[in-house]
Every structure is written in structure tokens, then in C-alpha cells.
């Protein structure tokens, strides 16, 4: 059973960062496939990020490219979210999982999921 923690959630401007971590316990986590996901209020649960567990292949959403940069330290058994260019249609509570499965932007495809913290963006 592996526990996933997010912290680094928060409000900020337009147009600021914020750094999400997201810390594993309970397993091997360089076995797994980690991604972020975000859920607004009234909108389904979407795909952000998703990066490989040597963090060789990364995959982002459209609508975060050139903005998001997931990573991975496996060593201290967490995984990141950098998050610039914040725009206030990124405010979402955020949530990172862990797959035993290779890439897939779907939530069915995640064993695993952190509680999830909030980030709000103003304009």
C-alpha cells in the first residue's frame, strides 16, 4: 500500500509559481508511474502530468505545456510539480498518483492517490 502526501498548494496572482511536492510512503516508488491530476470545482478529475519511474519519459496536458515541469527524485521518494505562468483557469485542488501501469491519461489507470491540495490562482 503506498500513501501519497501533497503539499505546496496555495493562492497566488496571475502569472506566478507555486511548486507542488507530492511524498511516498509504504512502497518502492521507483516501480511506479507518477502523475498529476486536477479537479475543479464542477469539472471531472483531468490529467496535468505523468512522468516515468526513471523520469525519462514526461507527458503533459495541452493546456499546461511550456507552463508545468513534472519531476522526480527517487531517492527521497518524491515527485514535483513546478507550475508557471499561473492563470486563474489552473485553480483546482491537485492531486498526485502512482500507476503500476506505463503512461495513460486516464484516473482508472492510478492505484494510488494523495489527498490532494488546493491551488488558487487570481486574476
Known amino acids: 500500500q503506498v500513501q501519497l502526501v501533497e503539499s505546496g498548494g496555495g493562492l497566488v496572482q496571475a502569472g506566478g509559481s507555486l511548486r507542488l511536492s507530492c511524498a511516498a510512503s509504504?512502497?518502492?516508488?521507483?516501480?511506479?508511474?507518477m502523475g498529476w491530476f486536477r479537479q475543479a470545482p464542477g469539472k471531472e478529475r483531468e490529467f496535468v502530468a505523468s512522468?516515468?519511474?526513471?523520469?525519462?519519459?514526461?507527458y503533459y496536458a495541452d493546456s499546461v505545456k511550456g507552463r508545468f515541469t513534472i519531476s522526480r527524485d527517487n531517492a527521497k521518494n518524491t515527485v514535483y510539480l513546478q507550475m508557471n505562468i499561473l492563470k486563474p483557469e489552473d485553480t483546482a485542488v491537485y492531486y498526485c498518483?502512482?500507476?503500476?501501469?506505463?503512461?495513460?491519461?486516464?484516473?482508472?489507470?492510478?492505484?494510488?492517490w494523495g489527498q490532494g491540495t488546493q491551488v488558487s490562482v487570481s486574476s
Open positions: 498518483a502512482a500507476s503500476s501501469l506505463n503512461y495513460s491519461p486516464s484516473t482508472r489507470s492510478y492505484d494510488y
Open positions: 509504504g512502497g518502492t516508488f521507483s516501480r511506479y508511474f
Open positions: 512522468i516515468s519511474r526513471g523520469g525519462f519519459n514526461i
